[in-house]
């Protein structure tokens, strides 16, 4: 079965007909690749850069202070999570305008890039849209609007947004850790950008293959809320990277733009014929999603299991006065 790619170039003028093929691919599969989407090649290229330049060439003192907060906001470096993921993050999540609004949040090379950043973020989150209202219609819920209306791109703390750098090492790091370990992420459509393949997704036939790298795409997958709320119809795929699909000694950046649903929204599926059980038991990397729990209560367990109760607790604002 190969892994499905599908060109989205006329998504706006022959929708339904696109919908369909997005939807069975993410019945499937739980991913997809996308071709000839509307996010310009350009602005992906100059979002790497910057991300190369801060991961690759400033050193941990300009960065550490500035740890990720309540707000999705800061950086994270390797080795640091619960699962001792070798993987740095710089994480520049929240609504349009409000890391501006919060500069001492940034480590400072970030400060003066606000505006190239939220560019970016608005455009990702137009193409989650579109996806969104795909679902909907291939679906055919009465509202084309029924996912995409809880997600507004000022909803909450705004959607998230993740810089991955997967390092390069002369040594193996220390023992009982992998590049990412596994998991199926916890909102609703992840937009994933890649400089090399890597990531390795579970298939339909429940064998780990890496999933493809194509300049140009972007791959994108479903997460547990949203497959929660379509009843189960819908499929988030557990994935993973591994030290043999990227060595120790190589390197990989990665970008991530997580659509999630509004804080308040509550997680009521849509009724699906067999899946009763599977959705009263619905459990999503060891966090059970329970009909009526809400989007933010959901986020909230899942940032602990990840980074601890201390930092889903942690003031935004994260050593305003450090340098």
Same mark, same amino acid.
């Given at each position: 079965?190969? !892994?499905?790619?599908?060109?989205?170039?006329?998504?706006?003028?022959?929708?339904?007909?696109?919908?369909?093929?997005?939807?069975?691919?993410?019945?499937?599969?739980?991913?997809?690749?996308?071709?000839?989407?509307?996010?310009?090649?350009?602005?992906?290229?100059?979002?790497?850069?910057?991300?190369?330049?801060?991961?690759?060439?400033?050193?941990?003192?300009?960065?550490?202070?500035?740890?990720?907060?309540?707000?999705?906001?800061?950086?994270?470096?390797?080795?640091?999570?619960?699962?001792?993921?070798?993987?740095?993050?710089?994480?520049?999540?929240?609504?349009?305008?409000?890391?501006?609004?919060?500069?001492?949040?940034?480590?400072?090379?970030?400060?003066?890039?606000?505006?190239?950043?939220?560019?970016?973020?608005?455009?990702?989150?137009?193409?989650?849209?579109?996806?969104?209202?795909? !679902?909907? &219609?291939?679906?055919?819920?009465?509202?084309?609007?029924?996912?995409?209306?809880?997600?507004?791109?000022?909803?909450?703390?705004?959607?998230?947004?993740?810089?991955?750098?997967?390092?390069?090492?002369?040594?193996?790091?220390?023992?009982?850790?992998?590049?990412?370990?596994?998991?199926?992420?916890?909102?609703?459509?992840?937009?994933?950008?890649?400089?090399?393949?890597?990531?390795?997704?579970?298939?339909?036939?429940?064998?780990?293959?890496?999933?493809?790298h194509i300049p140009g795409h972007i791959l994108v997958n479903l997460g547990d809320a949203l497959?929660?709320?379509?009843?189960?119809? &819908?499929?988030?795929?557990?994935?993973?990277?591994?030290?043999?699909?990227?060595?120790?000694?190589?390197?990989?950046?990665?970008?991530?733009?997580?659509?999630?649903?509004?804080?308040?929204? &509550?997680?009521?599926?849509?009724?699906?014929?067999?899946?009763?059980?599977?959705?009263?038991?619905?459990?999503?990397?060891?966090?059970?999603?329970?009909?009526?729990?809400?989007?933010?209560?959901?986020?909230?367990?899942?940032?602990?299991?990840?980074?601890?109760?201390?930092?889903?607790?942690?003031?935004?604002?994260?050593?305003?006065?450090?340098?």
């Amino acid at each position: 079965m190969d !892994f499905p790619i599908i060109d989205v170039s006329d998504i706006d003028n022959s929708q339904l007909s696109i919908a369909g093929k997005i939807t069975d691919a993410c019945k499937t599969w739980g991913f997809i690749l996308l071709k000839n989407h509307n996010i310009p090649v350009e602005d992906i290229d100059e979002m790497f850069q910057l991300a190369r330049e801060f991961f690759l060439n400033m050193g941990e003192d300009k960065k550490a202070p500035w740890s990720i907060n309540s707000k999705y906001v800061g950086y994270s470096s390797a080795l640091s999570d619960a699962f001792k993921d070798d993987k740095a993050s710089m994480w520049l999540s929240g609504k349009p305008g409000s890391l501006k609004d919060d500069l001492d949040s940034l480590p400072p090379f970030w400060r003066q890039h606000t505006d190239k950043i939220e560019a970016f973020k608005h455009g990702c989150h137009s193409l989650v849209i579109k996806l969104l209202i795909c !679902f909907a &219609l291939a679906m055919e819920l009465p509202d084309r609007n029924h996912f995409a209306k809880a997600h507004a791109e000022d909803a909450g703390n705004g959607n998230k947004f993740r810089l991955i750098c997967y390092p390069s090492r002369d040594n193996d790091p220390v023992k009982n850790t992998t590049r990412m370990s596994q998991h199926s992420d916890s909102g609703s459509v992840t937009l994933l950008f890649q400089t090399c393949s890597g990531l390795e997704v579970e298939s339909p036939t429940g064998q780990w293959i890496q999933a493809p790298h194509i300049p140009g795409h972007i791959l994108v997958n479903l997460g547990d809320a949203l497959a929660f709320w379509s009843g189960a119809r &819908l499929k988030a795929t557990p994935h993973r990277v591994t030290f043999g699909g990227v060595p120790h000694d190589a390197e990989r950046l990665t970008m991530a733009y997580f659509g999630a649903a509004a804080p308040e929204t &509550l997680l009521e599926p849509i009724h699906a014929v067999g899946e009763t059980e599977k959705l009263q038991n619905y459990d999503a990397n060891g966090v059970v999603i329970q009909p009526g729990i809400t989007v933010g209560e959901y986020g909230r367990l899942v940032m602990e299991k990840i980074y601890g109760s201390s930092v889903a607790q942690k003031p935004a604002v994260a050593v305003a006065n450090a340098a």
